[in-house]
């Protein structure tokens, strides 16, 4: 069993290179081997999750070295639950690709994406720091790639931007793991969390820098405000698809906060005092805001839907950031319906874009398509706000509910209600000045006739809404599911010594064979 | 050497960090280089500075140097190394195109007026 958790990182990393040499010439081959990919991706993804939801906590020891010296990957229960959200998602932001034909406006689509997906599971998995900033340069450098697929001015422009501003964020994540080496001399996260709890309570400047630069890194990943300035353009200028699979990338801050900040520097440690609920909270309460007033204040859809990124991405951050285990179920809860709702909504603005021509949230004459674009964008919007019935409304009361004890709830409540309502009025206008107002609107001239989107399309971005009407209808099962992922977090014991007790190559003088 | 090695992290930073504010994507892309010349000093002193030791264990050594930065340093290179180059075909490919290396979004652009306002 223990083989298949490296099967996630090298079967993109066969993938991709496959598809580069032998299907180059060939969308039609490219995207058979892609979707077969991804579907292999989601079998073992499943079966991961299903042998670690009882709690067993799998090692996979590269070259058999054992932990602090060679590199190991780790699945428990939360690993497995991201590796399956990504694959999960990938196969219908993959469908879309296809079906609107994006794939096929440049010639390396389905291997960099091959190898976006190489990242994000690497990531997901590893359990030593600096090869996390390793599968980190993996996955920017396949979104690199990605985000200016199909070319365009402006979005080699955003591009340069997103770019520029993620090289920085990877310098800093290497300022980051220099001083946690210097300071305890291992980057293996539960060698780490061993030795960090070791650290003298008089002498932790060093470690708290470095614990503080490692949040700044992953909150830029996380796009917390005020780090989120490279968000809006990026996701934006996208394409579609490609935003979509963005809408995972905020998540993998979020999962290495939740990793590094319970496993290494858990809330009940001294050096580390403060940094949750004196600057984590209200930096996320800030991006909440600042992110539903965005969706208020934008002009164009695909602005609008990146802001309501930010937005939720803010309320997954306030709930991280109470750092209790209820505080951790919720924003695990709230992770998969954020990744799935920001998906929809920006595939639904390709949807738009398609028909419609033009994503200026000004009256235009009925688009083509337009009757179900606007039922899915209607579905997708009330998911997003976080109305009734879907998945948004619970993962909220979830996120209400665990912020119940903490000292800063009223602000919660009031901020996340509050701007709950502002987002709702932001996407009830885009709603009914994209939709409505069409029919109000004479067309100018009777030019070219937008053919309506390919079926494919409408078929992913309905998968995705069924999943999450999924989530909404076995909402029990996954908090239960949520809460035992937050338990075992927060009992990290048997993560550590499964790491550092596993016997491998060089791992126990006392053995006597050497 | 403790003293030069490490104003030369600072001085490297300094002027990285001055660069990258500059908003032209040739002098960033030159600031960003300096910073990751810094943190590959940086990180190479994470490991303790020694002066001629051995990194790896043989007969008749007492005093070794740690190895570890020294491949963690390897590795930052290469990353550095591709990443500029990626961002610097894909600057250029934005120059070449729009004539124009600021960036920031300029105000005057239709699209952005809508961001400037609610980051400010």
């Known amino acids: 069993m223990t083989h298949w958790i490296v099967a996630p990182v090298i079967l993109p990393a066969l993938g991709a290179p496959f598809i580069v040499l032998a299907a180059r010439y060939h969308v039609g081959i490219q995207r058979v081997l892609s979707v077969a990919g991804v579907l292999a991706l989601i079998a073992i993804a499943l079966g991961l999750a299903l042998h670690t939801s009882d709690g067993t906590v799998i090692l996979y020891r590269m070259g058999d070295w054992a932990a602090p010296f060679g590199i190991v990957l780790v699945a428990d229960r939360l690993s497995t639950l991201m590796v399956l959200l990504t694959s999960v998602l990938s196969l219908f932001v993959l469908l879309f690709a296809i079906g609107s034909g994006w794939d096929s406006r440049g010639r390396h689509f389905h291997a960099l994406f091959q190898f976006q997906l190489m990242g994000l599971m690497g990531a997901f998995l590893t359990g030593d720091l600096f090869n996390l900033f390793v599968f980190f340069e993996v996955l920017l450098i396949a979104s690199y790639g990605l985000m200016i697929h199909a070319g365009g001015n402006t979005r080699l422009k955003a591009g340069t931007q997103y770019v520029l501003f993620n090289l920085i964020a990877s310098t800093l994540f290497l300022f980051a793991l220099g001083s946690i080496y210097a300071e305890t001399g291992t980057l293996n996260m539960a060698d780490l969390a061993n030795r960090a709890a070791l650290v003298d309570p008089q002498e932790t400047v060093g470690i708290r820098v470095a614990a503080v630069l490692l949040l700044l890194v992953f909150a830029i990943k996380a796009a917390v405000v005020p780090l989120h300035f490279w968000l809006p353009s990026s996701y934006a200028e996208a394409p579609a698809p490609v935003a979509a699979l963005f809408a995972i990338m905020t998540k993998v801050g979020a999962y290495a906060i939740i990793r590094v900040y319970t496993l290494v520097f858990p809330p009940n440690m001294e050096a580390t005092a403060g940094l949750y609920d004196l600057w984590l909270l209200p930096a996320a309460l800030i991006s909440v805001a600042i992110g539903m007033i965005g969706v208020l204040a934008a002009k164009r859809l695909d602005r609008l839907v990146a802001y309501s990124i930010i937005g939720s991405m803010g309320i997954v951050m306030v709930s991280i950031a109470l750092f209790t285990p209820s505080g951790i179920a919720a924003a695990l809860y709230y992770i998969v319906h954020s990744t799935l709702a920001g998906a929809a909504l920006f595939l639904i603005c390709d949807l738009v874009l398609v028909g419609r021509g033009s994503l200026d949230l000004k009256p235009r004459p009925p688009a083509a398509g337009n009757a179900a674009t606007a039922a899915l964008f209607f579905v997708g919007a009330t998911a997003m706000v976080g109305l009734p019935p879907l998945s948004g409304f619970l993962g909220k009361l979830l996120v209400l509910d665990a912020s119940f004890n903490s000292d800063l709830v009223v602000w919660i409540w009031a901020v996340i209600l509050g701007s709950g309502l502002v987002s709702i009025v932001g996407f009830a206008r885009a709603g009914s000045i994209l939709f409505w107002k069409a029919h109000a609107t004479k067309a100018e001239d009777d030019g070219v006739l937008l053919s309506p989107p390919a079926t494919l399309s409408y078929v992913a971005v309905g998968g995705l809404i069924a999943l999450m009407a999924g989530q909404t209808v076995f909402a029990g099962q996954i908090h239960g599911f949520a809460t035992s992922m937050a338990d075992q977090l927060f009992a990290p014991q048997p993560y550590i010594s499964t790491v550092v007790e596993t016997p491998g190559k060089l791992s126990a003088p006392a053995k006597g064979d050497h | ?120």
């Open chain 2, 1 to 120: 050497m403790e003293l030069l090695v490490a104003s030369a992290i600072g001085i490297l930073t300094a002027g990285g960090l001055y660069l990258t504010l500059r908003l032209r994507t040739f002098p960033v892309i030159l600031g960003i280089s300096l910073l990751t010349y810094a943190v590959n000093v940086f990180l190479f002193t994470s490991g303790r500075l020694a002066i001629g030791a051995a990194p790896i264990l043989r007969d008749g050594v007492s005093t070794y140097t740690d190895p570890l930065p020294q491949a963690l340093v390897l590795t930052a290179i290469v990353i550095s190394f591709g990443m500029s180059a990626v961002v610097v075909m894909i600057a250029l490919g934005a120059f070449l195109g729009a004539d124009d290396d600021h960036v920031d979004d300029l105000p005057d652009a239709e699209t952005d007026s809508d961001q400037k306002g609610d980051e400010a």
